[in-house]
């Protein structure tokens, strides 16, 4: 007979979902699990895994858009965590790589050319 029912384990697994979503990374969130429901750390990784792995195939089934806007976000995210924290530094780097996934690669597509001339 197991020590946990069916329900506790997926209600287990379902905020290690919740805090992977949140932003947190493999070990934080193995931690959290591990300490919050009181489960051993093998237990703790196993569901971090699986909650990751619930991730991995929600991106296999979705559009290279969907992708972009999800990595959007999460880089806006930290943007605001890296000011609110006066990191100028990374708040100017993540700017930077937002510009160069939404904006630079649309930048030549309304210029005009006449023989190979870009109109700068």
Do not use: C
Request: avoid cysteine; hydrophobic fraction near 35%.
């Amino acid at each position: 007979m197991p020590k946990t029912t069916r329900r506790e384990r997926n209600e287990r697994r379902k905020h290690a979902l919740e805090i992977i979503s949140g932003g947190y990374g493999w070990a934080d969130a193995t931690k959290i699990i591990e300490t919050t429901y009181s489960v051993s750390r093998r237990t703790a990784i196993r569901d971090v895994d699986l909650a990751f792995e619930g991730i991995v195939s929600t991106f296999k089934k979705s559009s290279s858009t969907q992708l972009l806007a999800y990595i959007t976000i999460g880089v806006q995210r930290n943007i605001l965590k890296a000011e609110k924290q006066g990191n100028h530094g990374a708040a100017i780097a993540g700017f930077k790589l937002l510009h160069e996934m939404l904006i630079k690669p649309n930048e030549n597509n309304s210029k005009r050319t006449w023989r190979g001339y870009r109109g700068f």
